[in-house]
């Protein structure tokens, strides 16, 4: 049985100019130099969360490891989300972003 394809896969299959065009936006940002990658994968994360994306959250968390982001940091970008939208942010993604941390290896 073929593996369910992600939005991404499906995405650049579909509309591969755009999706392409979208990479290109998404590569140009990651290469602006003033934040640390770190600091930008802890906004994304914390972006996402007020609004509930919970599979961006833990897609992104490896990322946030990656480039050294301690589980506490981790948290409180998701605490943050509090002052946006209150609890929603901790409801959805507080959980399986500290999950998803503790499974990086």
Do not use: W
């Amino acid at each position: 049985m073929e593996a369910k394809k992600n939005l991404m896969e499906v995405f650049r299959d579909e509309a591969p100019e755009v999706a392409q065009a979208f990479g290109g936006l998404i590569q140009s940002v990651e290469k602006m130099p003033t934040l640390s990658p770190k600091v930008k994968q802890l906004i994304y994360i914390a972006i996402r969360a007020s609004q509930g994306e919970t599979t961006a959250v833990t897609a992104h968390v490896p990322m946030a490891k990656q480039a050294g982001a301690t589980r506490d940091e981790l948290k409180e970008a998701i605490l943050m989300t509090t002052t946006v939208c209150g609890i929603k942010g901790i409801a959805s993604c507080l959980i399986p972003a500290l999950e998803a941390y503790d499974n990086v290896e």
